[in-house]
């Protein structure tokens, strides 16, 4: 149904109240003044008859009726009103304005019937004489108690009704002059009692969009009074409810937000209400997720298993699950706990999950450089103490054989050394990263680089591998000389040792946009891709066997790196197996 406004509900009824009511009244007040009127005109027509009454005085004689009728035409002149003198036969003796001896028996007449039987007669009717609508009222005459005639007074009803609509019009004016100031003030009035409800509506819709620091005015009237006052209170309170849900809305939003745990919690129907963005970034969900099943923005089945679980087990649950992420597999520990309401009802699961991947690879790391360093530390000592044994047994006394024994044990002692020497280089640049950090100094850069390839040389000669230079003259880094020259060095020494013979080995060096850029190229046996990532890790070598071979020991470049990262710089690798490498070193200018 539509809804009307209140002035339109209010204001008709009022105003057909009021129209009722001063038609009714103007209805009944003309009825009364019309019967009034009526009476009034009975009694003066009967007041006249009787008027006649003494001057007739019961003398009718229809032999002689010349002054009777002047009389009455001089009396009716006089009044304005038309006298009959009849009869008791009906005969008419006299009339004011016609000549009585033309006119008709009156006996039938109803008022005349009344008079001659001793009433007063009252009729209105046609006047056939007088061609109009007359009211008539006959007395009775009478002499010594007996009727002897009746005398009539009359007068036309044109003229009482003339009277009567002048008094109807005046009064119909008046009614409806009323009916206008009546409804102008009904108006007023229904204004007066919608206008502060428009108001109050107007503000409570106001509330309800949420504008909650306007107020409602204040209303004279003790009800719209209260109610506005109750609604300004209500607003207050609510607008200071909002603000606290809105604050700790915005905390909460803060607390999740700033959480390097993804957090995500789903309802019972497993509806996802809420997810943290480091939720959504780990698993490629954007906004528009929270509302939306989670089995429709959530395409993993052990993560969607997870949660079924956290969802059905109403305890605690913990797994770690593997997930292929943007092509990259990821481990997360996931805890699953339920979500319970104020009353401590369930209302569905709350899922917490940490990527743990680069923790497990550390702890990867770290037991493979324990077990590689094992490995590595035990070669050369079961090859010495195969050595020793072996010449304890006897060996000693074959002069020949003895010195290719202490020769192996030599070899294998500067192996140790070597891995020892390059963990405690390690270990010593990791201390410094943590600690204060190295000392740079500014440095000339090439004629850092031409001592450091001088200390290259032997070894490129051994193999006669060419070292190649270039670095603009001017070039200048904060480096730590020694500790750079050492990263440098490891790496032109595995570009000379995977490079063939006459192989040429480049270094380069650059400034680019605020950062210095080194280049050590060969064209010598190249990586295969899949070593790439792990290439800069202790002790990871491609081809073992070779690189021991080589007299390497697994850590030049994971001491390139650190060496790098103590001058705030990063190291990366381009290779392809048969193409040669190229290892290159951004460091900061
Ligand atoms: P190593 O002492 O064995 O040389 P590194 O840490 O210096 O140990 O190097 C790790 C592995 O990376 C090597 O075993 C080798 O397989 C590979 N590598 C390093 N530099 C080169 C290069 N220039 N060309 C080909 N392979 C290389």
């Not at 993804?262 to 698993?283: H, M, Q, T, W, Y």
């Not at 070669?379 to 006897?394: D, H, N």
Request: charged share 25%; proline share 4%; net charge negative.
């Amino acid at each position: 149904m539509p809804r009307k406004r209140l002035i339109w509900q209010i204001y008709p009824p009022f105003l057909l109240t009021v129209l009722v009511a001063i038609g009714a009244v103007t209805w009944f007040f003309s009825q009364a003044i019309n019967q009034f009127y009526i009476d009034q005109t009975r009694n003066d027509l009967e007041a006249r008859a009787r008027f006649m009454l003494p001057l007739v005085d019961g003398n009718l004689n229809p032999a002689n009726t010349i002054p009777l009728d002047s009389l009455c035409k001089h009396l009716g002149r006089q009044t304005g009103t038309r006298l009959t003198i009849i009869d008791n036969k009906g005969v008419v003796l006299a009339d004011s304005d016609e000549n009585p001896s033309r006119m008709d028996n009156h006996a039938d007449r109803p008022e005349i019937i009344s008079a001659l039987n001793g009433h007063i007669g009252v009729s209105t009717r046609y006047s056939h004489t007088l061609q109009q609508n007359m009211m008539y009222v006959a007395v009775p005459a009478s002499l010594n108690g007996q009727i002897v005639g009746s005398i009539r007074a009359a007068l036309p009803l044109a003229k009482i009704d003339q009277t009567l609509n002048i008094v109807l019009y005046q009064v119909l004016t008046s009614g409806l002059l009323i009916v206008l100031i009546a409804a102008l003030v009904s108006l007023w009035l229904s204004r007066r009692i919608s206008r502060p409800l428009e108001e109050m509506k107007r503000g409570a819709d106001r509330f309800a969009r949420g504008e909650l620091d306007r107020r409602l005015p204040d209303f004279a009237s003790e009800e719209l009074g209260g109610l506005s006052e109750a609604m300004n209170q209500m607003a207050a309170q609510l607008d200071d409810r909002i603000r606290t849900v809105v604050r700790q809305h915005n905390e909460q939003e803060a607390v999740l937000a700033s959480m390097i745990e993804g957090v995500f919690a789903i309802d019972k129907k497993e509806k996802i209400i809420r997810v943290n963005s480091a939720a959504r970034e780990l698993l490629g969900l954007d906004i528009s997720a929270i509302g939306r099943k989670v089995h429709e923005v959530l395409r993993k089945p052990d993560l969607l298993n997870f949660i079924d679980r956290a969802q059905s087990s109403h305890e605690r649950i913990e797994e770690d699950i593997i997930l292929n992420l943007r092509g990259e597999e990821r481990l997360l520990q996931s805890h699953g706990t339920p979500l319970r309401d104020a009353r401590g009802r369930e209302i569905g699961a709350l899922i917490v999950f940490n990527d743990i991947t680069h923790l497990k690879r550390l702890e990867n790391i770290r037991q493979d450089f324990v077990a590689n360093v094992s490995h590595e530390l035990k070669t050369p000592i079961t090859a010495i103490k195969g050595s020793v044994e072996t010449l304890i047994g006897g060996a000693m006394d074959d002069e020949e054989n003895a010195l290719r024994f202490l020769e192996i044990i030599s070899r294998q002692a500067d192996r140790l050394n070597a891995i020892i020497e390059d963990l405690l280089a390690l270990s010593r640049i990791e201390q410094d990263e943590e600690q204060a950090g190295i000392e740079l100094r500014q440095a000339k850069l090439h004629d850092f680089l031409v001592t450091t390839l001088q200390a290259c040389q032997i070894k490129a000669r051994d193999k006669q591998v060419k070292l190649e230079m270039d670095c603009p003259e001017d070039l200048q880094s904060n480096i730590n000389a020694p500790l750079f020259e050492q990263a440098l060095v490891n790496l032109i020494d595995n570009a000379i040792k995977y490079s063939p013979e006459d192989g040429l080995v480049k270094i380069t060096a650059r400034q680019l946009s605020g950062e210095i850029v080194l280049q050590v190229q060969d064209w010598g046996s190249g990586i295969a891709r899949e070593h790439l990532p792990r290439l800069f890790e202790r002790f990871y070598r491609v081809d073992k066997a070779r690189s021991r071979k080589l007299g390497g020991t697994g850590l030049g470049l994971a001491i390139v790196k650190h060496i790098v990262q103590a001058h705030h710089g990063k190291i990366s690798v381009e290779s392809a197996p048969g193409e040669g490498s190229i290892f290159t070193i951004q460091i900061p200018s």
